[in-house]
């Protein structure tokens, strides 16, 4: 077995071992309190890090500007394309799933393979692409969170000001936010980790090491399986993969790329799982409303749904993954990623079409034999 197999199976058996765990984990206090690590601590020191291990490279800069444009095309994608497979325009379902599908984790379900099959060349580029991402999910998504969240709430009627306010004091309440804009600072300082007090590299170090298997087990001890919702977010993630696709063929087509490598790059990037951080912004949502009383059934967000992306979207994107390093350079041609990329958005949208065809024809009044002769016999 690849040690990048090993990598995703060890990932995988943690959020098994979270999933076995719920019966352990029963009440809301523990989930909270696992929640809260993560959130308060993990994370936080896990963003840290990676930005204050940045190397940025100017010529390579395009790198995450293109990843920030693939977040821009499947947030417009999944707006225009969710109301056609059912869901409701301004449901807390929609909502999740608007937050989630542009969203990258290449860290868990990409970078291992990565590093197993092009080397540390094409890790080095991924790492940098990830900047764009990195800066989609911890910002960009956070506002549109937010948006969200007054839109849901009937708080557009405040003004400008207001709503500044009330957003600058919920992003510095956030460990997270204040986490990036220390290390900000720090960059602009001239710093890096490094130039920390050993003590505090040492520690905020150790923080960031537990994220990884705590992320998973919480996924594991938070999710619901219920058939028809996995059913239904795998249809989603399906033409979530087949929109990559394409926009990866598009790509290759219009760029030269120096390199086979950076090709396939360019194809499996954009198949990484759902990232945990745009849940970590619906946590944050659901804190307010908490302080506001709302229910969760009036909630923005659907937190359950979010979980079961998250449960979903590894194991799928590592099978993609590694679908398309297993094929040799079957990949590199635009024709064959437009070709997988149609077949895989079709899957999810044929069966609503038909749903659709037979429902036209069920309201379409029937005429039976006699009524058609009496009516031709009247035109006469």
């Given at each position: 077995?690849?040690?990048?197999?090993?990598?995703?199976?060890?990932?995988?058996?943690?959020?098994?071992?979270?999933?076995?765990?719920?019966?352990?984990?029963?009440?809301?206090?523990?989930?909270?309190?696992?929640?809260?690590?993560?959130?308060?601590?993990?994370?936080?020191?896990?963003?840290?890090?990676?930005?204050?291990?940045?190397?940025?490279?100017?010529?390579?800069?395009?790198l995450p500007l293109l990843i920030l444009a693939w977040n821009a095309m499947m947030l417009i994608s999944s707006k225009m394309v969710?109301?056609?497979?059912?869901?409701?325009?301004?449901?807390?379902?929609?909502?999740?799933?608007?937050?989630?599908?542009?969203?990258?984790?290449?860290?868990?379900?990409?970078?291992?393979?990565?590093?197993?099959?092009?080397?540390?060349?094409?890790?080095?580029?991924?790492?940098?692409?990830?900047?764009?991402?990195?800066?989609?999910?911890?910002?960009?998504?956070?506002?549109?969170?937010?948006?969200?969240?007054?839109?849901?709430?009937?708080?557009?009627?405040?003004?400008?000001?207001?709503?500044?306010?009330?957003?600058?004091?919920?992003?510095?309440?956030?460990?997270?936010?204040?986490?990036?804009?220390?290390?900000?600072?720090?960059?602009?300082?001239?710093?890096?980790?490094?130039?920390?007090?050993?003590?505090?590299?040492?520690?905020?170090?150790?923080?960031?090491?537990?994220?990884?298997?705590?992320?998973?087990?919480?996924?594991?001890?938070?999710?619901?399986?219920?058939?028809?919702?996995?059913?239904?977010?795998?249809?989603?993630?399906?033409?979530?993969?087949?929109?990559?696709?394409?926009i990866s063929g598009i790509f290759i087509s219009l760029v030269d790329l120096p390199s086979e490598a950076a090709i396939l790059l360019?194809?499996?990037?954009?198949?990484?799982?759902?990232?945990?951080?745009?849940?970590?912004?619906?946590?944050?949502?659901?804190?307010?409303?908490?302080?506001?009383?709302?229910?969760?059934?009036?909630?923005?967000?659907?937190?359950?749904?979010?979980?079961?992306?998250?449960?979903?979207?590894?194991?799928?994107?590592?099978?993609?993954?590694?679908?398309?390093?297993?094929?040799?350079?079957?990949?590199?041609?635009?024709?064959?990623?437009?070709?997988?990329?149609?077949?895989?958005?079709?899957?999810?949208?044929?069966?609503?079409?038909?749903?659709?065809?037979?429902?036209?024809?069920?309201?379409?009044?029937?005429?039976?034999?006699?009524?058609?002769?009496?009516?031709?016999?009247?035109?006469?």
């Amino acid at each position: 077995m690849s040690l990048a197999l090993q990598k995703t199976c060890s990932l995988l058996l943690l959020i098994l071992i979270g999933y076995l765990l719920k019966n352990r984990l029963v009440k809301d206090d523990h989930k909270k309190g696992l929640k809260t690590i993560i959130l308060d601590l993990a994370l936080p020191a896990m963003i840290f890090v990676a930005l204050l291990k940045i190397d940025i490279d100017t010529e390579l800069m395009f790198l995450p500007l293109l990843i920030l444009a693939w977040n821009a095309m499947m947030l417009i994608s999944s707006k225009m394309v969710l109301p056609l497979l059912g869901f409701k325009k301004d449901s807390a379902e929609t909502r999740t799933w608007l937050l989630m599908i542009p969203s990258l984790a290449p860290g868990l379900s990409c970078f291992p393979f990565l590093l197993e099959y092009l080397g540390e060349d094409a890790l080095a580029w991924g790492a940098l692409a990830d900047i764009g991402n990195k800066v989609y999910v911890l910002i960009f998504s956070y506002l549109f969170a937010m948006s969200m969240y007054y839109k849901n709430f009937g708080l557009g009627s405040r003004s400008n000001g207001q709503k500044v306010k009330e957003l600058v004091i919920s992003m510095f309440k956030e460990p997270i936010n204040m986490v990036i804009i220390v290390a900000l600072i720090i960059l602009a300082m001239g710093y890096r980790l490094e130039n920390l007090p050993g003590f505090i590299g040492e520690s905020v170090l150790m923080l960031k090491d537990i994220m990884t298997p705590l992320v998973l087990l919480f996924i594991g001890v938070s999710v619901i399986l219920k058939r028809e919702q996995i059913q239904k977010i795998a249809s989603v993630l399906i033409l979530r993969a087949g929109f990559s696709f394409i926009i990866s063929g598009i790509f290759i087509s219009l760029v030269d790329l120096p390199s086979e490598a950076a090709i396939l790059l360019a194809v499996v990037f954009p198949l990484s799982a759902c990232s945990f951080w745009p849940f970590a912004h619906m946590s944050a949502v659901r804190q307010l409303e908490r302080d506001k009383e709302v229910t969760v059934e009036e909630g923005t967000f659907n937190l359950e749904l979010g979980i079961n992306i998250l449960a979903v979207s590894l194991p799928l994107s590592t099978v993609l993954i590694l679908g398309v390093f297993s094929s040799g350079s079957y990949f590199t041609f635009p024709s064959h990623l437009f070709a997988i990329g149609g077949v895989l958005v079709a899957l999810p949208v044929i069966p609503r079409l038909l749903i659709w065809v037979r429902n036209l024809e069920f309201s379409i009044p029937f005429i039976n034999e006699k009524e058609l002769k009496d009516s031709s016999a009247e035109s006469r």
